[in-house]
Every structure is written in C-alpha cells, then in structure tokens.
C-alpha cells in the first residue's frame, strides 16, 4: 500500500505490533495494547483502490462493438454471395464447390463469435477472393458476383479496423473510468495493440486446369 493511501491509524499499530514480535516482553505488549485502545475510534476498514471495481470484459467490448456495426451484415453479405455463386451452375469442379461451402459454413458458425473468429473468418474469406481470381476468372457467368464477393472482402477488412479502434477507444474510456487516479495505465492501454492481427494465409498455387482445382 502506498504511503499516501495508509490511515493514520495504521503506523504506529504496525510500529507497536513488529516491536512485540521482536520482543514479546510486558513493555511492548502494554504498548501494543495502549497503540489500539488509543486509535480503536480511527480504525476502520481500509479501501484498497480496486475494491468492487469489475474487471475489463473483453469479449463484451468486442461484442458491443461487433453488433452496432456492419459486420454481421457484411458476414451476410459474403454467405450470400457464395452460394449465389454456388447456384450459378457456372463451376463444374467439385473441389471448389466444396471449397465454397465449407467457406459458408465457416462464416454462419463464426459471424457471432469472438475477435479472433471474426477476424480468422475475414482472413479465410480474403484467401478465398484470391482463390476465386485465380482460378474462376475466366468464368463469365459469376464475374458480376466475383466482383462483389472482393468488393464486400475490402469493405469487411475496412469495418474490422474499425471496429479494433473503436474497441481500443472503448477500452481507454473504461479504465479512465473504473481508475481514474491512475491515468498513466490508460495512456498505454492506448498505445498497445490489444487485438491479436489476423493470420496470414498461404497465396493459392495456380491450377494447371483452370476449371477444376485439383479433381482428377
């Protein structure tokens, strides 16, 4: 405890109570008694800053910050557009209508989920716009839905930057709140990156048949 936060109290009842310790003899008993009789009306509980204060919910914050803005929508958006692409009836490999469903189903269990699942989905996502350059360009019957797929792709990245500041911002304001004599700490909680980057994924390899990826 800092010395600027001990009661008055509290000293010369340490002081009188480590003497006995060293010395348990009459004198320093009658004077660790005398000590408290003396401060017994000072002596109250001791408020220990932190006491009652909850702890930063991070994942609420995410939460939050996740539902006000576009990226559920966004999430939407990018279910829609694969199986749109899906439906076409354009792409005859079976590999990447698989592909593209397990990238669906990736997204509907994740839409909801912490920060790292929202930003892994957007990652996978991300490498599946480069999948779909490289190996559906050449099919016409989906450009228009390929187009928008990698136009939602940006805007969903560009919302999830977003959405990392505005989390920081959220997280600065609550520990100003919750401790406000110690605004140093939110100084740093500004300057930290709190939020773990989204991990790379490998770059596709083109495919030697450009209408399948991989069947034999």
């Given at each position: 405890?800092?010395?600027r936060?001990?009661?008055?109290?509290l000293k010369?009842?340490?002081?009188t109570?480590?003497?006995?310790?060293?010395?348990?003899?009459?004198?320093?008993?009658?004077l660790?008694?005398?000590?408290?009789v003396?401060?017994?009306?000072?002596?109250?509980p001791i408020?220990?800053d932190?006491?009652?204060?909850?702890?930063?919910?991070f994942?609420?914050?995410?939460?939050?910050?996740?539902d006000?803005?576009?990226?559920p929508h966004?999430?939407?958006?990018?279910?829609?557009?694969?199986e749109k692409?899906i439906?076409s009836?354009?792409i005859?490999?079976?590999?990447?209508l698989?592909?593209?469903k397990?990238l669906i189903r990736?997204l509907?269990?994740n839409?909801?989920g912490?920060?790292?699942a929202v930003?892994q989905?957007?990652?996978?996502?991300?490498?599946?716009?480069?999948?779909?350059?490289v190996y559906l360009?050449k099919?016409?019957?989906i450009?228009?839905?390929r187009?928008?797929?990698?136009?939602?792709?940006?805007?969903?990245?560009q919302e999830l930057q977003?959405?990392?500041q505005e989390i920081?911002?959220k997280?600065?304001?609550?520990?100003?709140e919750?401790?406000?004599?110690?605004?140093?700490l939110?100084?740093?909680?500004?300057?930290?990156d709190?939020l773990?980057p989204?991990a790379?994924l490998?770059a596709p390899?083109?495919a030697t048949d450009e209408?399948?990826?991989?069947?034999q």
């Amino acid at each position: 405890m800092h010395g600027r936060d001990r009661p008055p109290w509290l000293k010369p009842i340490i002081a009188t109570s480590h003497a006995f310790v060293v010395n348990p003899d009459d004198s320093n008993g009658r004077l660790l008694i005398r000590s408290i009789v003396d401060h017994y009306p000072s002596i109250k509980p001791i408020a220990v800053d932190g006491d009652g204060i909850q702890p930063l919910d991070f994942d609420r914050i995410f939460a939050e910050s996740r539902d006000s803005g576009e990226l559920p929508h966004l999430f939407d958006e990018l279910i829609a557009l694969a199986e749109k692409i899906i439906q076409s009836g354009e792409i005859e490999s079976l590999t990447a209508l698989s592909a593209l469903k397990y990238l669906i189903r990736t997204l509907e269990e994740n839409r909801n989920g912490s920060y790292l699942a929202v930003s892994q989905s957007i990652s996978l996502a991300a490498y599946f716009k480069n999948l779909l350059d490289v190996y559906l360009e050449k099919i016409p019957g989906i450009a228009e839905h390929r187009e928008a797929y990698a136009r939602t792709v940006r805007q969903a990245e560009q919302e999830l930057q977003k959405t990392k500041q505005e989390i920081r911002d959220k997280i600065s304001e609550e520990v100003r709140e919750r401790l406000p004599k110690l605004g140093r700490l939110a100084e740093i909680a500004e300057q930290i990156d709190v939020l773990l980057p989204p991990a790379s994924l490998p770059a596709p390899s083109p495919a030697t048949d450009e209408t399948d990826i991989g069947d034999q």
